[in-house]
């Protein structure tokens, strides 16, 4: 079944540390995205990337970084700058940047 | 800056009620309003609305938008406990004919419960 598979379903952060949430899909779409959701808010665009190789900050990157070395693949780093990182996040594709939105499940990342 | 309101924030109801959930929005150069169920944390598309006064339907599930007063209602009639999720809505803004899936706007959701 094709999909998008984020993992893990929780992750916990120590202070100071840098954590990879993983998203995999093989819907063979080229545009993938990561949010943030947090109660009481709406999604929130971190990065996109409409293309191999290629990727944009969205409208809350401070303390993020991604990849996309792989059509597939689109990880995400939440960085020792993001001083407040305890949110849902979601990592989404779309066959181009104007079609629909496939979300994952979502990882839930908490700080100890 | 671009804002989506959803109301109201909860719901609960009685399996088989009909429910409305609303969404405005204020956007510059709107291009459309879609609509999501996440349950289960995925959230999953349920329509898109581009013309105003157009119903989108799906069984159970229609939407309407409605330009002029700039806002969009998801009903659901004869609910049924698989209906409970939050709802999102999303807006979709272009800039010059730049449009796509990054100038999304999402609302805070509706949390919906249907108590058996």
């Known amino acids: 079944d094709g999909g998008i598979t984020q993992s893990p379903k929780y992750l916990f952060r120590k202070e100071g540390q840098n954590v990879t949430l993983s998203c995999e899909q093989n819907l063979n779409h080229d545009a993938m995205y990561w949010y943030r959701q947090d109660p009481g808010q709406g999604l929130r665009l971190i990065y996109y990337?409409?293309?191999?190789?290629?990727?944009q900050k969205g409208d809350i990157a401070e303390g993020y970084s991604v990849s996309r070395e792989k059509k597939e693949s689109f990880p995400l780093t939440v960085t020792s700058a993001q001083k407040n990182p305890t949110a849902f996040y979601l990592c989404?594709?779309?066959?181009?940047?104007?079609?629909?939105?496939?979300f994952g499940s979502g990882t839930q990342l908490s700080v100890l | 800056e671009d804002k989506v309101v959803q109301s109201p924030l909860s719901l609960v109801v009685h399996e088989g009620d009909t429910v409305t959930l609303n969404c405005s929005y204020e956007?510059?150069?709107?291009?459309?309003l879609l609509w999501y169920k996440q349950e289960k944390k995925a959230p999953t598309f349920l329509f898109m609305l581009t013309s105003s006064g157009i119903e989108k339907k799906s069984g159970r599930l229609s939407s309407i938008l409605d330009k002029k007063e700039l806002s969009s209602i998801l009903n659901i009639t004869a609910t049924q406990t698989g209906d409970s999720a939050i709802y999102l809505c999303?807006?979709?803004?272009?800039?010059?004919?730049?449009?796509?899936?990054?100038?999304?706007?999402f609302g805070t959701g509706t949390r919906l419960t249907i108590i058996p």
């Open positions: 999303a807006v979709e803004a272009t800039e010059y004919f730049n449009f796509g899936n990054e100038k999304l706007t």
């Open positions: 990337s409409q293309i191999v190789n290629d990727f």
């Open positions: 956007v510059t150069n709107f291009r459309s």
């Open positions: 989404a594709s779309s066959r181009d940047r104007d079609e629909k939105l496939f």
